[in-house]
């Protein structure tokens, strides 16, 4: 936005510096401040296009900053306009290009709120899933970053199928979900080391049944046979052994369960009744895509 108030700063305060007795002893004094212009005050209004074309120039030039700045006043200056409405995304992908996720936010939450339905709402949604996805962090901590990114990208996935932001936002929810699951085998491996069973359980077994085309499930088997095997619940160890045989036979985490089992006598078997048989068809361990 262009502001011309007629004075800099320093002339500014100046201004409002000078004493209130001195303001009244001149005050019927002529000056040549008589013919201020008070409306060089006011907000100068540019046309919609040229306020538009210079975003557009700031930001082909790397000038992230000016380029949102310059982006939000065609949104204020010339609100509901077709110029306002391309602002909104534009500005949107300037913050974001600028790492101010929360500006970014603010503008594809303003435009899916007024522009549903106009073309560039899947770039909305796909701008927002990105503010999230950079700030997803490692998976020793809180993972509600990694959740809301997976949010949006589904929106684009669901609402906008022929997109072109369909792809890369399949590859980053695969990510997200994989984020997911390691961050469950994490908690899992905690309970499992202090030997709190069954809370381990619970953990694997998310990871086995809500994320089985990530490549955890592999690990999230092999540690339901040694925590079910440590419980005494045998035929759990089993199944979950024979799962894992089923879809991964030639992997280390197989051979140390069935290795495991053998020591007390036993060897993988699918068992009809256990969850894991239903859990058995899902499991692609990352071979598939969302």
Known sequence: MSINTGFGNKARMALLLVPIASAIAISG?????DDLDLNAYVDTIEPADVLYNQALANLNSGRLDEAAKKFDAVDRQHPYSEFARKSLVMGAFANY????????????????????TQAEAAYAYYITGLCYYRQIPDV??????????IA???????????????????????????????????????????????AAIKRFRGVVEQYSNTRHVEEALARLVEANYALGLTNEAQA????????????????????LLQSGGLEPRESAGSWLSKAATAITGGKDGV
């Open 240 to 259: 979950a052994a024979a799962v894992l045989g089923q879809n991964y036979p030639d992997s280390q985490w197989y051979k140390d369960s069935y290795k």
């Open 97 to 116: 290009r600028a790492g101010k996720y929360d500006d970014a936010l603010a503008m594809t939450k303003r435009y899916i709120a007024l522009y549903p």
């Open 29 to 33: 004094c002529a000056s040549k401040d």
């Open 152 to 198: 949006a990208f589904n929106e684009v996935v669901e609402r906008y199928p022929d997109s072109e932001y369909v792809e890369d936002s399949k590859a980053k929810i695969r990510f997200g979900r994989d984020q997911l699951a390691g961050k469950e085998m994490q908690v899992g491996r905690y309970y499992l080391e202090r030997k709190e069973y069954l």
């Open 140 to 149: 020793t901590r809180e993972q509600s970053m990694t959740r809301r990114s």
